[in-house]
């Protein structure tokens, strides 16, 4: 049986849209870094100046720090730039907690990664390759494993990249609040068609996903009874 890693499920209603939260962080770790980058680069400019040889052969004579002083300029940068970076590590840790999280009502989507292809089921037991169709305004969440080797569905504009491997289960979520299209791409090497491990996901309105997904279960239903298979999307198609 394949491992699986369970899902935390968030409290009912939360949604803390991932995407949102690395963008948040990552700009106040921009901020952050300029910051501090600029705080460093006028202090060293400073004593580059104020301590500059002034005639040829001169020796430098500065009193020495006061032990007050020494230990003062030691600890508080250290205080200042540590509390810094537990900010961000709990910033970090929190966002960390949101990825894992999946917000309770959400469309669950089967995902079997191969060389060299996404293959999608949905719960009705419609499939797709390559081309993830989802409704806008509701997170969806990907259980993915692998048939063969190491591949890693990315989805940069979701900010979302997980590892499927054969044998496990993981799993990602997001959250797509306007139609659109957005690329994905296989992030973990994976053989030499790896750069042609591209897809998509294509947002619609809710009404038309609806239109779409059953409109591909009748089909799919019908191709499936026509050679006499009966797959998910067969049943799924039957009135019930
Ligand atoms: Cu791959």
Redesign the pocket.
């Known amino acids: 049986m394949a491992m699986a890693y369970e899902a935390a499920t968030a409290p009912a209603g939360r949604i803390n849209d991932p995407a949102a939260g690395y963008d948040r962080l990552w700009h106040e770790v921009l901020v952050d870094i300029t910051i501090i980058g600029v705080l460093f680069a006028v202090v060293m400019a400073w004593f580059l100046f104020r301590y500059r040889q002034k005639k040829p052969g001169e020796v430098g004579t500065a009193p020495p720090l006061s032990v007050a002083s020494a230990v003062g300029w030691a600890v508080i940068p250290i205080f200042l730039f540590l509390a810094d970076d537990l900010y961000l590590a709990a910033n970090g840790w929190k966002l960390w907690n949101d990825y894992r999280e999946v917000p309770a009502d959400r469309l669950e989507v089967k995902l079997e990664?191969g060389?060299?292809s996404w293959d999608y089921t949905y719960p009705n037991g419609v499939q797709a390759q390559n081309v993830l169709r989802v409704p806008a305004g509701k997170p969806v969440m990907l259980r993915m494993t692998s048939r063969d080797?190491?591949?890693?569905h990315y989805i940069p504009d979701f900010r979302v990249k997980e590892d499927s491997m054969p044998g496990r289960v993981t799993y990602l979520w997001f959250y797509p609040q306007k139609p659109g299209e957005h690329i994905v791409t296989?992030a973990?090497?994976?053989?030499v068609m790896?750069g042609y491990?591209a897809g998509k996901v294509v947002v619609l309105p809710e009404a038309e996903f609806k239109a779409w997904l059953e409109a591909e279960a009748a089909q799919q239903g019908a191709k499936a009874a026509a050679a006499g298979t009966a797959t998910p999307a067969a049943t799924a198609a039957k009135p019930a």
């Open positions: 990664s060389m060299y080797t190491l591949h890693s296989c973990e090497y994976c053989g790896h491990m």
